[in-house]
């Protein structure tokens, strides 16, 4: 179980409810370390002190503050906690609203929150509150150095804490000079947008999160392992001339006998097909790092072979 990343309570009125913050995102994005093509070592990162050059260890590091060039305050996590002791430990709910009237680009990061210790029974009392009056909490939290805002939402059996973007940090659309309905290069027909609703009703389904996944990590994956049975690992693959690219300008198009296209084409190509499950990849992926020591070392003197290849071709 991933471990709380903050404690506190919630707070409405004059109620409070003990919680802990858990991570509700676990992301599966390649994990790429950066090598120096000349040996294929990895590449590393130093901590080091800018005036004498030398390495610093952790023990050693503090944070601070430039209040003027060069000149810093220290600032610790203690400091960042009397700065305002309550907000630092509470989810405060100022207020609620309906979940419809957050527009879907406020929404930032989503947490799953914990009753803690002679909490859960206030827990479920707001969790089927919010259910049973289609409502959400609109709260403020100070997670590590800022305060956020939040919206409160429940889900099955827990309340999901979702940071929300404040809007003065949502950029502007003025300066996208986007296509209005009534201009007459981007003006669309009633035809047209029948049309495209007849599609839009052909592809409507029941929303079944399990059924997307990562599909190009797999294709990457798949490359991965070609490459490492045909001891390439230390090809670097450059483009080729002539390459495919993509478009730089539209073409006119008879978007009329595309939307037809497409209709009669929707069942003929899945929107998502998963090539591999994640229990299929673990065991290939993990068979390439567990060699016994022969086999390891022949692996090695194989990419070594592939190497002096590769180099020589270059």
């Known amino acids: 179980m991933p471990r709380a990343i903050w404690k506190g309570a919630i707070s409405f009125g004059l109620v409070h409810i003990p919680v802990e913050l858990y991570p509700a995102e676990s992301r599966q994005g390649l994990d790429l370390d950066m090598l120096d093509k000349r040996d294929f070592a990895p590449v ?10 030398k390495d610093i260890d952790w023990n050693n590091i503090v944070k601070g503050y430039e209040y003027e060039k060069g000149q810093y305050v220290v600032v610790t996590d203690e400091d960042l906690k009397r700065a305002n002791v309550e907000a630092t430990q509470t989810i405060d709910i100022l207020s609620f609203a309906d979940a ?18 002679g909490g859960a029974k206030v827990y479920v009392l707001l969790r089927e509150t919010l259910k049973r009056a289609g409502k959400v909490g609109i709260a403020q939290v100070v997670i590590r150095t800022k305060q956020h805002v939040a919206a409160l939402l429940p889900m099955d059996n827990a ?34 947008v029948k049309m495209a609703l007849s599609l839009l009703e052909d592809m409507t389904e029941a929303w ?19 490459k490492i049975e045909a001891n390439q690992t230390h090809t670097i693959t450059e483009p080729e001339e002539g390459e495919a690219r993509p478009p730089t300008s539209a073409k006119v198009v008879d978007l009329m006998e595309l939307l037809k296209k497409s209709i009669g084409n929707k069942d003929k190509k899945p929107a998502s097909a998963p090539k591999k499950t994640a229990e299929e990849e673990k065991p290939k992926a993990a068979s390439h790092r567990r060699k016994a020591p022969a086999a390891a070392t022949a692996s090695r003197a194989k990419r070594a072979n592939a190497s002096r290849t590769s180099r020589k071709a270059a």
């Open 159 to 192: 309340i999901v804490l979702n940071l929300l973007r404040y809007h003065d940090e949502l950029r502007s659309l003025d300066d996208l000079d986007l296509p209005d309905a009534k201009d007459k290069k981007a003006a669309v027909t009633d035809k047209e």
């Open 100 to 117: 419809s009237e957050i527009p879907a680009i406020y929404f930032e990061q989503p947490y799953y929150l914990k009753p803690a210790r």
């Open 208 to 226: 079944q999160p399990e059924k997307y996944r990562d599909t190009y990590r797999d294709d990457v994956m798949a490359l991965i392992e070609k």
């Open 44 to 53: 590393g990162y130093k901590r080091y002190n800018k005036e004498t050059g």
